[in-house]
């Protein structure tokens, strides 16, 4: 597969002339125009030729300019005798082994001194050998050490963006350009170190060394008279453009990791190599739970960065022949290989869920997220790559939609399920457009003066089919489609509308506030400040009737959403927490969220009677309202002797069935006047 797109990528590369910006280092002037007219005539207008002395120079240019290939020469002579010891100016006077030779000659792609072996000083020919400065490619003299870290580096970085070609001296190769006598005296002015390369293998592994450290190809300084010069120009240029291309349709650009793309093309070969009956392998789907508010809560910088500790997270906790990559959704894709049994894969998801949950700090932000994984193995049935991530994201989803922190595995019933979530949300977006949905309210009732407090607002859905769907039955699909936003908004104008006519009325008496629920979804909108701004032009008397109540899910990252908060309040709406005690609950946080009410839970309440846990909950509950001047309801109270204990214990405000159940608005106006 791999060499098929580099194909493709090559024989696209041809039909295109582009002009190619070619660079040449160099040593020696007389090569500047030696190449040029090799080059020149053979890719005639086709090719830029930009020719310097040195790495220093080099490197200046490069800043600059980007260029599609460089040119480096490297020279290659014969020693006199066999076992000479060659030393370098720093080396002092260790003698450099072949390996070394070949890094100092190739690496720096430049005419080096010779050492005699006589020398009992190597350095004193050069008084600046020691200096740091003078370390380039234009040297005479260097350090072996220092000539592989600068040439490596640079060549290294170069080979990034651009195509390195090595322009290979061997012993007397200059005779294709100069003279005989001129390369003899060249070789003569003691200005190139002599490496010994009298067998085959030992130039083998330097043109080994050479493709290790970056460069894409080499060609014979014979050789550069020929055709073979533009030919290999043009072959390493297209060659490296097809491979970044190919990099950039595999990597994802934020977190450096393999990308969708490629998790299926290598979860393809592996399930055509893998033997079914001897291992199990499964695909994970891995969903970070509140990335939505971090995302939206954060500046880009910030999120970018918190999606690559996660990420590094993950690699983190695989082990290396198992595959991580980032999926098209935001979240991650994970192949477990040859794992020993349904049970291993299983500790391995909870170990994945442990890792994530831990909080992380980013530029001073302490971000936190509960992650949710959906796990799908391949059946007998023999499901491909895209089936085996479509259900692991399915998974993952229903995971989300259970509460998070979870991993769930893709069963039959799922992909049912799944089926018939599909055809919801293409029917919840046609109930919005053809106003399907309508709002109920359900009384809250001060007991001790026996007259309406307060009314929740409550959705409901009027499904062609199915009558009547309470939110449970699709709120989850509201959330994943993003319909949350919309719907939201439009039972927040309906229910106030509505509201702001039974004050006008007296249907609702004067004091009595009404309580509109929001999705943690919703606050994680980017446009959720814009529509609130959009309130704030509501008179002040209505507003302060106005109670919009969230749940302790957002207790979960507590910094972003107080600022969330906040902004509410600013815009003039009170605050009210929903199901206290069931969630995220932390006392502590109570002092920290500008909260006006606190709503204890039905879980609690229809128990208390019987259950002293539960009654000694809804005490504290009570008292600690009544300690921090916070307003408190009691939900789901659905008989007399419940209504009397929580009465009795101090709790005045009650909602529920003993009193009413939710009311379409003309029930409601009529059980308002009745009170």
């Given at each position: 597969?791999?060499?098929?797109?580099?194909s493709?990528?090559?024989?696209?590369a041809?039909?295109?002339?582009?002009?190619?910006q070619?660079l040449?280092?160099?040593?020696?002037?007389?090569?500047?125009?030696?190449l040029?007219?090799?080059?020149?005539?053979?890719?005639q207008?086709?090719?830029?030729?930009?020719?310097?002395?040195?790495l220093?120079?080099?490197?200046?240019?490069l800043?600059?300019?980007?260029?599609?290939?460089?040119f480096?020469?490297?020279?290659?002579?014969?020693?006199e005798?066999?076992?000479?010891?060659?030393?370098s100016?720093?080396?002092r006077g260790?003698?450099?082994?072949?390996?070394?030779?070949r890094?100092a000659?190739?690496?720096?792609g430049t005419?080096r001194?010779?050492?005699?072996?006589?020398?009992?000083?190597?350095?004193?020919?050069?008084?600046?050998?020691?200096d740091p400065?003078?370390h380039?490619l234009?040297?005479t003299?260097?350090?072996?050490?220092t000539?592989?870290?600068?040439?490596?580096?640079?060549i290294?970085q170069?080979?990034?963006h651009?195509?390195?070609?090595?322009?290979?001296?061997?012993?007397?190769?200059?005779?294709a350009?100069?003279?005989?006598?001129?390369?003899?005296t060249?070789?003569?002015?003691?200005?190139?170190i002599h490496?010994?390369h009298d067998s085959k293998?030992d130039?083998n592994?330097?043109i080994?060394?050479l493709l290790?450290?970056?460069?894409?190809?080499?060609?014979?300084a014979e050789?550069?008279?020929?055709?073979?010069?533009?030919k290999l120009?043009?072959?390493?240029v297209?060659?490296?453009?097809?491979?970044?291309?190919?990099q950039?349709?595999e990597?994802d650009?934020?977190?450096q990791?393999p990308?969708?793309?490629?998790?299926e093309?290598?979860l393809?070969r592996?399930?055509?190599?893998?033997?079914?009956?001897?291992?199990?392998?499964?695909?994970?789907?891995?969903?970070?739970?509140h990335?939505a508010?971090?995302?939206?809560?954060?500046?880009?910088?910030?999120?970018h960065?918190y999606?690559?500790?996660?990420?590094?997270?993950?690699?983190?906790?695989?082990r290396?022949?198992?595959i991580i990559a980032?999926?098209?959704?935001?979240?991650f894709l994970?192949?477990?290989?040859?794992m020993?049994s349904m049970?291993?894969?299983?500790?391995?998801?909870?170990?994945?869920?442990?890792?994530?949950g831990k909080?992380l700090?980013?530029d001073g932000?302490?971000?936190?997220?509960t992650?949710?994984i959906?796990?799908s193995i391949?059946?007998?049935k023999?499901?491909?790559?895209k089936?085996?991530?479509h259900?692991a994201?399915?998974?993952?989803k229903?995971?989300?939609?259970?509460?998070?922190n979870r991993h769930c595995?893709?069963s039959l019933?799922?992909?049912?399920?799944a089926?018939?979530?599909?055809?919801l949300?293409t029917?919840?977006?046609?109930?919005?457009?053809?106003d399907?949905?309508f709002l109920?309210f359900?009384p809250?009732?001060?007991v001790?003066?026996?007259?309406l407090?307060?009314?929740e607002v409550?959705?409901?859905w009027e499904h062609?089919?199915?009558k009547?769907?309470?939110p449970?039955?699709?709120?989850?699909?509201l959330?994943?489609t993003?319909?949350?936003?919309?719907?939201t908004?439009?039972i927040?104008?309906?229910?106030?509308?509505?509201w702001?006519q039974?004050?006008?009325h007296?249907?609702?008496?004067?004091?009595s506030?009404?309580?509109?629920?929001?999705?943690p979804?919703?606050?994680a909108?980017?446009?959720f400040?814009?529509?609130?701004?959009?309130?704030?032009q509501?008179p002040?008397?209505l507003?302060n009737?106005?109670?919009?109540?969230?749940?302790?899910?957002?207790?979960v990252d507590?910094?972003?959403n107080?600022?969330?908060?906040?902004y509410?309040?600013?815009?003039?709406?009170k605050l009210?927490?929903?199901?206290?005690?069931?969630?995220?609950?932390?006392?502590?946080?109570?002092?920290?969220?500008?909260?006006?009410c606190?709503?204890l839970?039905c879980?609690?309440?229809?128990?208390?009677v019987?259950?002293?846990?539960?009654?000694a909950i809804?005490?504290a509950?009570?008292n600690?309202s009544?300690?921090?001047?916070?307003d408190?309801?009691?939900?789901?109270?659905?008989n007399?002797?419940?209504?009397?204990l929580?009465?009795h214990?101090?709790?005045?405000v009650i909602?529920?069935y003993?009193?009413?159940?939710?009311?379409?608005?003309?029930?409601?106006?009529?059980?308002?006047?009745s009170?």
């Amino acid at each position: 597969m791999d060499s098929l797109r580099q194909s493709a990528q090559h024989q696209q590369a041809q039909h295109s002339l582009e002009l190619l910006q070619v660079l040449h280092i160099t040593e020696q002037p007389r090569d500047i125009f030696w190449l040029y007219r090799n080059l020149h005539n053979q890719a005639q207008d086709n090719v830029i030729i930009t020719s310097t002395i040195g790495l220093s120079q080099a490197k200046q240019i490069l800043n600059k300019q980007h260029y599609n290939a460089i040119f480096i020469h490297c020279y290659l002579t014969t020693s006199e005798r066999n076992d000479a010891k060659y030393v370098s100016a720093n080396t002092r006077g260790k003698p450099l082994n072949k390996g070394s030779q070949r890094i100092a000659s190739a690496l720096t792609g430049t005419v080096r001194h010779t050492v005699s072996p006589s020398s009992s000083n190597p350095s004193s020919s050069n008084p600046n050998a020691n200096d740091p400065s003078t370390h380039d490619l234009s040297s005479t003299k260097l350090s072996t050490s220092t000539v592989s870290t600068n040439a490596l580096d640079a060549i290294t970085q170069w080979s990034r963006h651009s195509a390195i070609i090595a322009i290979i001296h061997g012993p007397h190769s200059y005779s294709a350009s100069y003279s005989q006598a001129e390369s003899t005296t060249h070789a003569k002015t003691n200005t190139a170190i002599h490496l010994n390369h009298d067998s085959k293998a030992d130039y083998n592994a330097l043109i080994e060394q050479l493709l290790q450290t970056g460069v894409d190809d080499y060609i014979a300084a014979e050789d550069i008279t020929t055709p073979l010069l533009a030919k290999l120009l043009h072959y390493s240029v297209e060659r490296k453009q097809a491979k970044q291309h190919l990099q950039l349709n595999e990597l994802d650009t934020i977190t450096q990791l393999p990308n969708q793309n490629y998790f299926e093309y290598q979860l393809t070969r592996h399930l055509h190599t893998e033997k079914l009956a001897e291992h199990v392998s499964a695909v994970l789907a891995v969903q970070l739970d509140h990335i939505a508010r971090i995302e939206s809560t954060n500046e880009r910088a910030t999120y970018h960065a918190y999606l690559q500790a996660n990420g590094a997270k993950l690699q983190q906790a695989l082990r290396q022949n198992d595959i991580i990559a980032c999926a098209n959704d935001g979240g991650f894709l994970i192949m477990l290989n040859a794992m020993p049994s349904m049970h291993t894969v299983t500790q391995v998801s909870a170990h994945i869920i442990e890792t994530l949950g831990k909080a992380l700090n980013i530029d001073g932000a302490t971000l936190f997220s509960t992650a949710s994984i959906g796990v799908s193995i391949q059946t007998p049935k023999g499901e491909d790559a895209k089936e085996l991530i479509h259900q692991a994201t399915q998974a993952a989803k229903l995971a989300q939609q259970q509460g998070g922190n979870r991993h769930c595995l893709f069963s039959l019933d799922q992909r049912v399920q799944a089926s018939l979530n599909n055809q919801l949300t293409t029917e919840l977006y046609k109930a919005l457009q053809n106003d399907e949905f309508f709002l109920v309210f359900q009384p809250q009732i001060n007991v001790l003066t026996q007259q309406l407090h307060g009314a929740e607002v409550l959705l409901r859905w009027e499904h062609p089919e199915q009558k009547t769907l309470t939110p449970y039955a699709f709120m989850s699909i509201l959330e994943s489609t993003g319909l949350i936003t919309p719907v939201t908004e439009w039972i927040i104008h309906k229910a106030i509308t509505q509201w702001q006519q039974w004050l006008k009325h007296n249907i609702a008496p004067q004091g009595s506030h009404l309580s509109i629920n929001l999705s943690p979804s919703f606050l994680a909108q980017p446009t959720f400040k814009v529509f609130f701004n959009t309130l704030k032009q509501l008179p002040e008397a209505l507003k302060n009737t106005i109670y919009f109540e969230i749940t302790e899910n957002l207790f979960v990252d507590p910094d972003s959403n107080i600022s969330h908060l906040k902004y509410m309040k600013s815009c003039g709406f009170k605050l009210s927490m929903d199901d206290f005690g069931t969630g995220y609950s932390s006392l502590s946080y109570l002092k920290h969220f500008p909260l006006d009410c606190i709503k204890l839970d039905c879980t609690f309440t229809k128990e208390i009677v019987e259950n002293p846990t539960d009654l000694a909950i809804t005490q504290a509950v009570i008292n600690l309202s009544r300690d921090l001047n916070i307003d408190l309801i009691a939900e789901g109270v659905e008989n007399e002797a419940t209504l009397a204990l929580l009465k009795h214990m101090g709790c005045h405000v009650i909602q529920g069935y003993h009193f009413s159940k939710p009311l379409k608005p003309d029930d409601f106006q009529r059980f308002c006047r009745s009170l």
